[in-house]
């Protein structure tokens, strides 16, 4: 599996963003994805988790209520909508894939993932 991240850039706090990630191959629905962060002097940190039929749903606390994963088996892609964003927020964001019992446990930490985008830079000015 191949993975392309996009969507990222400078915006403003309080403003919004929309990641895509878009995978190739025929078995992407076979797949759990996550979105994992690095912000610069820090380790990645876990954002969000879907499960391959996109049931259940998983985020880090500090972006619950602001982040919203999704997924769309039809077209390869995951996305990340991103509301309400902090300076603390800056980071480079990367999508990953995974076959991982679907808890949150699992879905949740990048030991689970075997295929990892490159990353797309998000920028939040104060």
């Known amino acids: 599996v191949q993975l392309q991240a996009s969507g990222g850039g400078l915006v403003q706090a309080g403003g919004s963003l929309r990641l895509s990630c878009a995978a190739s191959?025929?078995?992407?629905?076979?797949?759990?994805m996550g979105w994992f962060r690095q912000a610069p002097g820090k380790e990645r940190e876990p954002v969000a988790a879907?499960?391959?039929?996109?049931?259940?749903?998983y985020y880090a606390d500090s972006v619950k209520g602001r982040f919203t994963i999704s997924r769309d088996n039809a077209k390869n892609t995951v996305y990340l909508q991103m509301n309400s964003l902090k300076p603390e927020d800056t980071a480079v964001y990367y999508c990953?894939?995974?076959?991982?019992?679907?808890?949150?446990?699992?879905?949740?930490?990048?030991?689970?993932?075997?295929?990892w985008g490159q990353g797309t830079l998000v920028t939040v000015s104060s």
């Open positions: 990953a894939a995974g076959r991982m019992y679907s808890t949150i446990a699992t879905m949740m930490s990048s030991r689970s993932y075997d295929y």
């Open positions: 879907i499960t391959r039929s996109g049931g259940s749903t």
């Open positions: 191959g025929r078995t992407f629905s076979s797949y759990g």
